[in-house]
């Protein structure tokens, strides 16, 4: 009877059909009468979800897994959205989906959420995908907004986060191929090199299935984007598909590794002298964090991470010996004398052309990423599969083969390594020893170093910060402070992915640490904080400057003529100065701007006041600017000169 009330709810068969089956299930035409007019009254119950506008209705409590539903491509999208488990759209206006606006009026469990730029409005629903691990959609108009968000696209893939995005082609199916307005061929295959899936609908009747495979695509591990288009007049056309619930084309890929590869590297984990664990992303989305803890103390094993996204281990504990500053394991500080280096879920990004771990030390790659393994280092033991399984599985194997003398083992290298940690630590307290520690400008390290003695023990910090180094934070993925840094590089996307995060974690204090120059490509969202009370504190770092583009060139050209001269033409934003505290009013932000350590405090007080009553606030910091050639008032090329230089032009 279910399969017959939804199939009535979705206009698959008609009223006289309806009451034909039930007679055949046996039930009585008055009573199969009464259940129809209930089912009449509930679908023009205003209350509930009713799809008034399509003509078509259905309860999400009586929703069947599978069903039929017909009604507009936008109904049929909404819809389908919704199956997948969306709740929030993040979209810029696009006139061509007016069908689809239509379809939302009555879905209030699907929320729009209006972006005014499309970068910054894709960087908030990766952060808030990232933060919530919950299917999210971004929409824009066509080409031409779909060209505004390719860098969060590309930020997505580099991360690894499943990102879905639609546009519409502007470019109806009756009169595409002309180079028509906004017309781009192949618009879907724009995006190609940057998405898992990307995909036209070849017809109204396909979009549901288009947008399944989407989200499918995207969500099966390793993450990443999924494009999806079609043309404009889909959107209007009436048609009948099917709706799938997300839980019916999920493949569950919660695998575990091959556990004869967990045995052999259980036993080269115990035969090592100094093996090191690197971790990695991964394990922040597994939620696996205390269990790599676990394992790192059996063996009282060394940790440290290559950049990643997120922080993916207890800084302050013992075993955790800091980030590979360059990016290689030989470049961690200490131990040097490790023979076995086992990665958990990182991502392993290489930039340079020595493998990152070197080829005489043993290798051992726990991740679900198979695509990036064994690409560039050779690897011992291959264990594809979810690293909490697969952590579960390599202790369960290791904890029964720790004999006395193994255990005496793993104890003194703990207390080795403890032995470094507590004096690396010693050394980074020391910052506050630098002579330029009460500097106005601010030294950029005082200005984290008074944040993090601010931020609330769970504070979650998004990280677009330009140069500047993180540390004081002492971040911990288990209840204390986490980090989401800006892994994918494409700038602008800090201020959309807090406001993405707060939204997805209203009840941790969230801090946007952001420089001036990556803030100026994407300031948009602080509008959707201040309307939406995302009460987000964003803290710029503002040396005038792209200081570490400065400093890179610089290193480029050790002795050119840009040092001989002083003439660094790419590299000062300032005069005149840009405001940024003014630039946050405009968007509805409370913002002043901040000269002093003593400012600062201050400053941090009223920010937090502020986020109390549900306000967004925006610190704008005055920073040195650091790195070679700097002066107070730096060259910039003479408005004379460049005006000169197109005197005489003449048009030909
Ligand atoms: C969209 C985009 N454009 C350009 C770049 C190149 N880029 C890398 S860092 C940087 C400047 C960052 O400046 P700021 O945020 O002020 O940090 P600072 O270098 O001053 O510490 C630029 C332009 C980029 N990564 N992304
Ligand atoms: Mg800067």
Redesign the pocket.
Known sequence: MRELVGQYLAQTISRRGFLDNMKAAGVTLAAAEGVLSSLNASAQTPSGPTFASTGAAASSTSVPAVRTFQGTGGACFAEQLMACGVKYVFGNSASEDAQFYDALVDRPKLNYILTPHEGPGAAMAAGYIKASQQPAIVMQAGSVGLMNAM?QIFNASKEQTPLVVYSYRTDQSKRAGRDGFEEIANQEQVVQPLTKYSWMARGSSMIAETVRHAFKSAWTPPHGPAYLTWHSDYTEEKTRTEIIDQSHFDTRMRVRPNPSEIEKAAQLLLDAKMPVLIVGDEIYKAKAVDKVVKLAEMLGMPVTQMRQMWSNFPEAHPLWVGNAPAGTLASITWPKNYDLAINIGNKMQHSGVAPMVARNIKFIDMRMDYQNMGKVMSTDVPLVGDVGLGLDDLIAAIEPLMNARLKTAAAQRATEVRRYTDNARRLVAGIVNNPEWNHAPLI?DRVTWEVAQFADANAIVVH?????AMHSFQFNPVGGRELFYYYG????SGVGTAAGVKLARPSQQVICL????????GPHALWNMARLELPVITIV???H???????RTVANAPSGRMIETGHFVG?Y?GSPDMNMASIAQGFGVRAEVVKNPLELRQALARAKASTLEGKPYLLDVQVV?RGVGWTDEPWIPSNATIKAANNGAKLA
């Open positions: 860098g950029a677009e910060a330009g140069s500047v590089g494409h700038l602008g952001v420089g001036d120059g990556s803030f100026l490509f770092y503002n040396n400057a792209y200081g570490g583009p400065h400093s590299s934003l600017r």
